[in-house]
């Protein structure tokens, strides 16, 4: 994708939204995002990135930085280098198959998660619902290394069920990759598919995500960005290549990690959540759906997605409104999407390679976004506006 002071782009709309596709229309000033993202390949808070931006309709700005490790013999990172989403995933596909479970009567938000999965009681379990995980006040622990106790999926889950509350459900917000997990087993017990299946038939194939999956193949390898090695995997199996280790104990396919994709893939997936759910005439969650999970009620959270917490200190920056919405993943990944603004920034990276000590990525996120706020000309929100 070109670079320069001037960058060009527009939307061809087929059938009411969406092939977003660079041509010729809006000019934006987009240097300082450049030098922004270069600078921050050179002081080495990631190896390379891809970036998209989408603004009122069009793809303004669609390019990637680096390579795909600091070796001077790395091939660079393109836009359609794939990226270990993280937990992007549960946002990505967790929430999004919920979101259709719900609008078809196959799941209820208010019903217990014992519903679903019976062997999921005692010690307070009971009340927890599915919008308790959900919105991550379901009293879970944020984490587990389950291998130090698991070997298989089924005693991961047990060992959930079996785990002591660490707070009454829907008294306390705490991010859990526990509650996404039992997530992701739900999904797979109501439809009776994997959740990778589930994906690939209900968004990844119909919005030509052809680039987005679970366990991608040895023969993709030259596309995946590498993350850090895993030296406290303690099995003699084959280890999947996903990052996150629980993820890896589950298959590589969980509701809380383990899904790859492009930011050329997740365009795409965005796009569709922007027009209310809808792609060429094809409506894959209902606007009045997406509504109700984005709406964030007395929690921290909304429904599957973080939300900008009013005042400073968000990822999303200085510019986001109070509306949007987004997720961030432990490998670097993020998504940001700006209803009122008409505005989504996509950022992929792999900050975790070689080690996930390196946490520069903490002052670049909100550096990002306000980076792509200034360059599209926007106000910062009131509370940061001084």
């Known amino acids: 994708m070109q670079s320069g002071r001037l960058f060009l782009a527009s939307l061809i709309i087929l059938e009411g939204l969406s092939t977003l596709l660079p041509a010729r229309g809006i000019a934006f000033d987009f240097v300082p995002l450049e030098t922004a993202v270069n600078k921050a390949v050179s002081d080495s808070v990631f190896p390379g990135a891809s970036l998209a931006v989408l603004y009122k309709g069009n793809v303004v700005f669609h390019k990637a930085f680096g390579k795909l490790t600091y070796d001077r013999t790395s091939s660079p990172a393109d836009t359609t280098t794939m990226y270990d989403l993280a937990s992007l995933t549960k946002a990505v596909v967790t929430t999004n198959i919920v979101m259709q479970l719900v609008e078809r009567d196959s799941l209820n938000l208010h019903a217990p998660v014992s519903h679903y999965l019976p062997e999921f009681t005692g010690k307070g379990k009971e009340t927890i619902t599915i919008e308790h995980l959900l919105r991550h006040t379901s009293g879970l622990r944020a984490h587990t290394l389950f291998s130090k106790t698991c070997s298989t999926p089924q005693q991961l889950f047990s060992t959930i069920a079996s785990d002591t509350l660490l707070s009454k459900p829907g008294t306390t ?4 990759d526990l509650g996404f997990m039992l997530l992701g087993r ?3 017990t109501i439809t009776g598919r994997t959740l990778d299946a589930n994906f690939h038939h209900r968004f990844a194939e119909p919005l030509g995500m052809t680039s987005t999956m679970f366990t991608p193949p040895q023969s993709l390898s030259w596309r995946i960005a590498p993350v ?4 406290l995997w303690p099995f003699t199996i084959q280890r999947p290549q996903v990052h996150d280790q629980n993820s890896a104990l589950l298959g590589g396919v969980a509701g809380h990690a383990g899904l790859y994709s492009t930011t050329a893939d997740l365009i795409s997936m965005v796009a569709m959540l922007m027009n209310g759910g809808t792609v060429k005439g094809h409506s894959y969650i209902k606007a009045a759906t997406l509504k109700k999970f984005l709406a964030r009620k007395d929690s ?3 429904l599957g997605w973080d939300v900008r917490s009013p005042g400073g200190h968000s990822s999303a920056g200085d510019y986001y409104s109070t509306s949007s919405y987004g997720h961030l993943g432990f490998t670097g990944t993020s998504i940001w999407i700006d ?11 792999n900050r975790v390679y070689p080690s996930s000590a390196n946490i520069k990525i903490r002052s670049f996120r909100p550096l990002l976004h306000n980076t792509v706020g200034s360059s599209l000309g ?9």
């Open 300 to 302: 921290l959270r909304a």
């Open 339 to 349: 209803p009122a603004n008409e505005l989504a920034v996509i950022f992929l990276c």
């Open 173 to 176: 917000t705490l991010y859990s």
């Open 378 to 386: 926007l106000k910062k929100t009131a509370e940061n506006a001084r």
């Open 228 to 231: 850090e090695k895993d030296n």
């Open 186 to 188: 739900i999904i797979e």
